[in-house]
């Protein structure tokens, strides 16, 4: 059975003896404790390996894993007398669960940073190929802008050309009307002349 996490309390109703039996069952056990969120002592235990026997004639303790059987002390705490049911003092439990609590807010910023390490490179990639995609938008517009300026020039060109073929049509219009002006005087002239000359030609 895995190590459980239990109140006093929740030890007394498993073993059907008193809280205050069973805060001296586990000081005698010596085994772990810490002080949990709600700031009630829990005690670390593994059912399967710690029994509650009822007392008989005598009383009797479950050793624990490790201990003295002659003593119900861990073997390396057996010649020690000094230390003999001692537990952890309040203090040294509420650091305990200080220290929990401290590795636990460790790891959470530790996965934040993580996290926020990620999220940086991701936004560095998008900023990459948007960049990219900057530097190709800007070269699409310079080609634009020179293929415009090839289009104005040869548009302009190409104005000149008519405006030289419409000056050439002028020039000649011109004539034509001139020609056609002289002829015309001839003509004149040459109905005011009388008949006889006209004949003499």
Known sequence: MPVQSLTYSELAEIW????EAARKKVEGLRL???????????????LEEVRHTPKASRPETVSPPGADPAGGLPASD?????????SPSPEVLLLQGRVADLKSDL???RAERLAERDRADRLAGELNDRSRRLENL????????????????SDRQHDEAEKRHVAE????????RSEAERARAELEAWKAMPWWKRLAG
């Open 138 to 153: 800007v070269d699409e517009l310079l080609e634009l802008a020179a293929l415009r300026e090839r289009l104005v020039a």
């Open 169 to 176: 049509l002028e020039k000649i219009a011109a004539a034509g």
């Open 78 to 86: 057996a010649g020690d007398p000094e230390e003999t049911g001692r």
């Open 107 to 109: 790891e959470r910023e």
């Open 16 to 19: 059907g003896i008193s809280k």
């Open 32 to 46: 772990p404790r810490r002080i949990g969120n709600d700031g009630k002592a829990r005690v670390q235990i593994d």
